[in-house]
Nanobody, 124 residues
């Protein structure tokens, strides 16, 4: 079993930055991939970014490309999401997820384990 715990969310103003963390514990799969998703009120969960556990490959949603950076610290079993130039439309609950195989995916159904989420609110 794998446990994922997100942290780092909060209330910020437009243009500010936040760094989300997702710590994995329990049995971890190697090689594997990690992803960040988000869900705004009244909307479906959407893909944000993904990364292989080695950090060699990444992929971003067009809406965050150039503003968000996903990274991993494999020694700490942690994945990060650095979010810069935040916009009100980035407001959502952010979830991290782990995939059992080391191929990037934008589909939530491809991820086996999920965290509880952390709230990010961006005011205008």
């Amino acid at each position: 079993q794998v446990q994922l715990v997100e942290s780092g969310g909060g209330l910020v103003q437009a243009g500010d930055s936040l760094r989300l963390s997702c710590a994995a514990s329990g049995r971890t799969f190697s090689p594997s991939a990690m992803g960040w998703f988000r869900q705004a009120p009244g909307k479906e969960r959407e893909f944000v970014a993904s990364i292989t556990w080695t950090g060699r490959s990444t992929y971003y949603a067009d809406s965050v490309k150039g503003r968000f950076t996903i990274s991993t610290d494999s020694a700490a079993n942690t994945v990060y999401l650095q979010m810069n130039s935040l916009k009100p439309e980035d407001t959502a609950i952010y979830y991290c997820a782990i995939r059992k195989i080391a191929y990037l995916s934008t589909k939530s159904a491809d991820y086996a384990y999920w965290g509880q989420g952390t709230q990010v609110t961006v005011s205008s």
